[in-house]
Each structure stands twice: as C-alpha cells, then as structure tokens.
C-alpha cells in the first residue's frame, strides 16, 4: 500500500506568515491529492483537490502544488482562524490513504 | 442542498457489533461513492472503505477486513456501515463522506461517535 508522510507534525507561526506544509507519496499518485482543514471538535473540510485546484468558498489564501509523490500545501498569509490540523490524502484507488495531519498553531 | 446526516452516538460492549446509518439528500444517491473515514479520540483520519451506492460494490481496508460490512438502501438514500467484534481500540467518531472523480470528498456527515467499553 501507499504511504502518505506529512511534514512538519506542527507548527507554530506568527500571523500574517506564510505557511508551507508537505506531503509525500511513497509512490507517485499522479495528481489525485486532497487536502482537508479540521478545526477542534469539527468535521474535517475539503480545502483543495487534483492537488492544487481550491474547492469553492475557500480562502484565496490556501493554495496546493506537486504531482506524482511531492505535494504542498501553502498558507500564504496565516490568519487565526487557521488554527487546525491539516490532512492529506491520496484518492487515485483502495486503500485512500490520509497523511499523519500538522497541526498548527498561531505563536 | 447536499446533505448527509448520519445517526446518532452508540455505546457498545466488547465483542458487541454496531451499525451506523448515513442519510443522504440533495443530490442523486446512485452517482456519488460513499466512504467511511474513523478518527480515534486524538489521533487521525483512518480510511475504513467505500461503497458504490449504484451497484452495491465494496472495498475495505484490509486492517477491517472479516469484520466491517457496508451496504446501502437506494429507497431511502442511505449507506451503513456495520462494524463487528468491536474492541476498545474501534472507539472512535465515524465519518461518511461523498466523492467523485477527480474531486475530494465533499461534503462530510456529522459523524458519529462510537464507545466500546465493558
């Protein structure tokens, strides 16, 4: 089965940095990677598919590259209410495989 | 609008089987997969499997395998998971979500959390 590794698993930045998070298939997937937002006690949210197309309704802020095993996914401006653990996951077949999610935090 | 709701927290004793119902609306039922996604108190999002609601056709992961059964009642747009055997290691709140192609799995049910314990 493939594996996904995130890294880091947290981090903290101050407001207004830019946040970069990384995710690495130990096979390629082409670009079939998801990337979710799940905030304390809430249900996990799709913030961007096919690597880096932005679901609708979410921030301009959040943006996803890579294809084939390295994947990133960037916050450009941090803001508080990112405050959350970020998941990635492959979707191209069985098993559909989540990375091990970062936390992150405001400093 | 798009819609799942699922139902409502269970508590079960070791050895117990639980099942778990997700109620979907606002879209055609038959065009959209189905997953089942567990999250450990603390830990992470755990893919349990997916259901064809067209067909009926299953994958699971293979650590569930013998033990985790989905179906799915076209009738009342509805999937189920039933989980088996539970032991306390499968408390956790479970998740049904939609997907499609290309696109991520959108939207989530509201999950249901699942207790085992004696």
Not at chain 1, 48 to 73: C, E, K, M, N, W
Not at chain 1, 91 to 101: E, K, L, R
Not at chain 2, 41 to 47: I, M, V
Request: overall charge positive; some cysteine.
């Amino acid at each position: 089965d493939i594996q996904m590794t995130q890294s880091p698993s947290s981090l903290s930045a101050s407001v207004g940095d830019r946040v970069t998070i990384t995710c690495r298939a130990s096979q390629g997937i082409s670009n079939y990677l998801a990337w979710y937002q799940q905030k304390p006690g809430k249900v996990p949210k799709l913030l961007i598919y096919a690597a880096s197309t932005l679901q609708s309704g979410v921030p301009s802020r959040f943006s996803g590259s890579g294809s084939g095993t390295d994947f990133t996914l960037t916050i450009s401006s941090l803001q508080p209410e990112d405050v959350a653990t970020y998941y990635c996951q492959k979707y191209n077949s069985a098993p559909q495989t989540f990375g091990g999610g970062t936390k992150v935090e405001i400093k | 609008q798009v819609q799942l709701v699922q139902s409502g927290a269970e508590v079960k004793k070791p050895g117990a089987s639980v099942k778990v119902s997700c109620k979907a609306s606002g879209y055609t039922f038959t065009s959209y997969y189905m997953h089942w996604v567990r999250q450990a108190p603390g830990q992470g999002l755990e893919w349990m499997g997916i259901i064809n609601p067209s067909g009926g056709s299953t994958s699971y992961a293979q650590k569930l395998q013998g033990r985790v059964t989905m179906t799915r009642d076209t009738s009342t747009s509805t999937v189920y998971m039933e989980l088996s055997s539970l032991r306390s290691e499968d408390t956790a709140v479970y998740y049904c979500a939609r997907h499609i192609g290309d696109d991520g799995y959108n939207p989530w049910g509201q999950g249901t959390l699942v207790t085992v314990s004696s």
